[in-house]
């Protein structure tokens, strides 16, 4: 019987090929299978776009689909299957790495694969690379300092508004506010309320073609959901 493969798991960054480790590097080329999410109505993965100029032509890649749906169960029947798909490969002796944008362990798909491989393959061997997140890599664009001293720090979504941020902002100094294309009107109003809307800015798609750097916020509510929106926000 074949020793199992191990998994996995790798950061491709915020968008810049030029910005994958070189371990990430490495190991995408040594893995037999390389699998990325994608859209289950379209075989695209721009996590893969972003690490194609360092793939072996020869590599095997494979798409796992996963479905937007407010249906719990649904999902969660999707990311087993996906997760099955995977622990054939491991079983088979192979090795397999999954593509993720940003970091592994931050907003990521892969914390969904990583759960329901657990349950289909317990004895798993997963390894995590990891990526350089859309805020570090704002912050660099913009050559803002994201935390000193002893400030903190708060990363945060705001695909639900910015209820979270209203709950601690009085005790925090800085902000991360994820995914800020949703329910844009509520978050610039708990960036006001929470005493960090002068000091705040957008960018979009940073580092990628159509990258944008929105000053002033009040401008996001104007134009259309960007998916790839963040703020960075201080006191």
Same mark, same amino acid.
């Given at each position: 019987?074949?020793?199992?493969?191990?998994?996995?798991?790798?950061?491709?960054?915020?968008?810049?090929?030029?910005?994958?480790?070189?371990k990430a590097v490495r190991i995408i080329n040594e893995a037999d299978v390389v699998f990325t999410a994608a859209s289950a109505k379209r075989d695209y993965s721009l996590a893969l776009e972003i690490a194609r100029p360092h793939l072996s032509?020869?590599?095997?890649?494979?798409?796992?689909?996963?479905?937007?749906?407010?249906?719990?169960?649904?999902t969660v029947a999707a990311w087993d299957g996906n997760a099955e798909q995977i622990a054939e490969v491991l079983k088979e002796g192979k090795n397999a790495a999954f593509l993720t944008l940003g970091d592994p362990m931050t907003y990521s798909?892969?914390?969904?694969?990583?759960?329901?491989?657990?349950?289909?393959?317990?004895?798993?061997?997963? @390894?995590?690379?990891?990526?350089?997140?859309?805020?570090?890599?704002?912050? +660099?664009?913009?050559?803002? /300092? #994201? *935390?000193? %001293?002893?400030?903190?720090?708060?990363?945060?979504?705001?695909?639900?508004?910015?209820?979270?941020?209203?709950?601690?902002?009085?005790?925090?100094?800085?902000?991360?506010?994820?995914?800020?294309?949703?329910?844009?009107?509520?978050?610039?109003?708990?960036?006001?309320?929470?005493?960090?809307?002068?000091?705040?800015?957008?960018?979009?798609?940073?580092?990628?073609?159509? @990258?944008?750097?929105?000053?002033?916020?009040?401008?996001?509510?104007?134009? +259309?959901?960007?998916?790839? /929106? #963040? *703020?960075? %926000?201080?006191?």
């Open positions: 019987m074949n020793q199992p493969g191990k998994l996995y798991g790798i950061g491709v960054g915020p968008g810049d090929p030029e910005l994958l480790t070189l032509p020869s590599v095997i890649t494979k798409f796992l689909s996963f479905t937007m749906t407010q249906d719990k169960e649904a798909t892969f914390g969904y694969i990583l759960k329901s491989l657990k349950k289909v393959m317990p004895e798993a061997s997963v @390894e995590t690379v990891p990526g350089i997140t859309s805020f570090h890599a704002a912050a +660099a664009r913009l050559n803002r /300092t #994201l *935390v000193e %001293a002893e400030e903190s720090l708060l990363i945060t979504s705001g695909a639900y508004g910015g209820d979270q941020l209203l709950k601690v902002g009085a005790s925090i100094e800085n902000v991360v506010m994820m995914k800020a294309y949703k329910n844009i009107k509520q978050n610039n109003q708990a960036l006001k309320k929470a005493g960090f809307y002068n000091n705040s800015v957008a960018i979009s798609k940073c580092g990628r073609e159509g @990258e944008e750097i929105i000053k002033n916020i009040d401008e996001l509510e104007t134009r +259309a959901p960007d998916y790839w /929106t #963040l *703020v960075l %926000a201080g006191k």
